[in-house]
Protein backbone atom coordinates (compact mmCIF):
# COMPACT_ATOMS: atom_id res chain seq x y z
CA UNK A 1 0.00 0.00 0.00
CA UNK A 2 1.10 3.84 -0.69
CA UNK A 3 0.12 6.61 0.59
CA UNK A 4 0.22 9.95 -0.71
CA UNK A 5 -0.49 13.01 0.84
CA UNK A 6 -0.15 16.75 -0.83
CA UNK A 7 0.25 19.88 0.53
CA UNK A 8 1.32 23.19 -0.36
CA UNK A 9 -1.92 24.25 -2.16
CA UNK A 10 -3.34 27.90 -1.25
CA UNK A 11 -4.85 31.28 -2.89
CA UNK A 12 -2.53 33.26 -4.79
CA UNK A 13 -2.68 36.14 -7.53
CA UNK A 14 -2.36 35.65 -10.82
CA UNK A 15 1.35 35.85 -11.77
CA UNK A 16 2.54 34.34 -8.48
CA UNK A 17 3.79 31.13 -7.54
CA UNK A 18 3.07 27.90 -5.41
CA UNK A 19 5.33 24.95 -4.50
CA UNK A 20 2.94 21.75 -4.10
CA UNK A 21 4.58 18.69 -1.85
CA UNK A 22 3.40 14.86 -2.26
CA UNK A 23 4.68 13.32 0.17
CA UNK A 24 4.54 9.03 0.03
CA UNK A 25 4.32 7.09 3.08
CA UNK A 26 3.91 2.98 3.06
CA UNK A 27 5.88 1.22 0.48
CA UNK A 28 8.94 3.22 -1.32
CA UNK A 29 7.77 4.84 -4.60
CA UNK A 30 11.66 5.60 -5.58
CA UNK A 31 10.98 2.65 -8.38
CA UNK A 32 7.66 4.90 -10.03
CA UNK A 33 7.13 7.03 -12.35
CA UNK A 34 4.88 9.69 -10.15
CA UNK A 35 2.46 12.27 -12.06
CA UNK A 36 0.56 15.03 -10.87
CA UNK A 37 -2.82 16.31 -12.22
CA UNK A 38 -6.14 18.68 -12.00
CA UNK A 39 -9.32 18.64 -11.67
CA UNK A 40 -10.82 22.14 -11.92
CA UNK A 41 -14.48 23.03 -11.20
CA UNK A 42 -16.95 21.18 -14.00
CA UNK A 43 -14.09 19.71 -15.48
CA UNK A 44 -12.51 16.18 -16.00
CA UNK A 45 -9.15 15.50 -14.05
CA UNK A 46 -6.44 16.20 -16.59
CA UNK A 47 -2.55 15.18 -16.70
CA UNK A 48 -0.44 18.26 -15.51
CA UNK A 49 3.34 16.82 -15.33
CA UNK A 50 4.99 13.63 -14.96
CA UNK A 51 8.31 12.19 -13.85
CA UNK A 52 10.03 8.65 -14.55
CA UNK A 53 11.65 6.75 -11.41
CA UNK A 54 14.92 8.95 -11.88
CA UNK A 55 13.99 12.09 -13.00
CA UNK A 56 15.64 12.11 -15.88
CA UNK A 57 12.21 12.47 -18.13
CA UNK A 58 9.64 14.63 -17.50
CA UNK A 59 6.44 15.65 -19.62
CA UNK A 60 4.16 18.42 -19.57
CA UNK A 61 0.59 19.17 -20.26
CA UNK A 62 1.05 22.57 -23.32
CA UNK A 63 -0.98 24.64 -21.34
CA UNK A 64 1.82 24.39 -18.10
CA UNK A 65 5.05 23.93 -20.59
CA UNK A 66 7.08 27.05 -19.10
CA UNK A 67 5.60 27.68 -16.14
CA UNK A 68 5.42 24.27 -14.41
CA UNK A 69 8.22 21.96 -13.02
CA UNK A 70 8.24 18.67 -11.90
CA UNK A 71 10.74 17.81 -9.57
CA UNK A 72 11.30 14.55 -7.10
CA UNK A 73 13.63 13.70 -4.39
CA UNK A 74 13.47 9.68 -4.19
CA UNK A 75 15.46 9.49 -0.52
CA UNK A 76 12.84 12.14 1.03
CA UNK A 77 10.25 10.03 -1.16
CA UNK A 78 8.72 13.40 -2.27
CA UNK A 79 7.74 14.58 -5.11
CA UNK A 80 7.32 18.32 -6.13
CA UNK A 81 5.63 20.65 -8.59
CA UNK A 82 6.49 24.13 -8.78
CA UNK A 83 4.20 26.57 -10.22
CA UNK A 84 5.13 29.71 -11.61
CA UNK A 85 2.83 32.73 -13.24
CA UNK A 86 -0.23 31.13 -12.37
CA UNK A 87 -3.21 32.03 -13.44
CA UNK A 88 -7.22 31.97 -12.99
CA UNK A 89 -7.38 28.89 -15.02
CA UNK A 90 -4.89 26.79 -13.18
CA UNK A 91 -7.53 26.69 -10.62
CA UNK A 92 -8.52 23.23 -9.49
CA UNK A 93 -7.90 20.57 -7.29
CA UNK A 94 -3.94 19.25 -7.89
CA UNK A 95 -3.71 15.45 -6.92
CA UNK A 96 -0.50 13.57 -6.98
CA UNK A 97 -0.30 9.71 -8.05
CA UNK A 98 2.22 6.40 -8.61
CA UNK A 99 2.50 5.42 -12.04
CA UNK A 100 2.66 1.45 -12.41
CA UNK A 101 5.63 1.34 -14.01
CA UNK A 102 9.22 3.43 -13.82
CA UNK A 103 8.50 5.00 -16.98
CA UNK A 104 6.49 8.70 -17.07
CA UNK A 105 3.51 8.29 -18.68
CA UNK A 106 0.57 11.20 -19.27
CA UNK A 107 -2.34 8.45 -19.12
CA UNK A 108 -4.97 8.70 -15.88
CA UNK A 109 -5.37 4.92 -16.46
CA UNK A 110 -1.83 4.81 -15.48
CA UNK A 111 -1.26 5.46 -12.26
CA UNK A 112 -2.40 3.10 -9.55
CA UNK A 113 -2.28 5.75 -5.82
CA UNK A 114 -3.94 8.60 -5.49
CA UNK A 115 -3.85 11.56 -3.14
CA UNK A 116 -6.67 13.07 -1.61
CA UNK A 117 -5.61 16.45 -3.57
CA UNK A 118 -5.28 19.99 -2.80
CA UNK A 119 -6.69 22.83 -3.70
CA UNK A 120 -5.16 26.05 -6.17
CA UNK A 121 -6.85 29.11 -6.63
CA UNK A 122 -5.45 31.98 -8.14
CA UNK A 123 -7.34 35.25 -8.41
CA UNK A 124 -7.55 37.70 -10.98
Known amino acids: QVQLVESGGGLVQAGGSLRLSCAAS????????MGWFRQGPGKEREFVAA????????YYADSVKGRFTIARDNAKGTVYLQMNSLKPEDTAVYYC?????????????????WGQGTQVTVSS
Open 97 to 113: AKNRVSVATVVVGSYDY
Open 26 to 33: GRSVSSYA
Open 51 to 58: ISWSGGTT
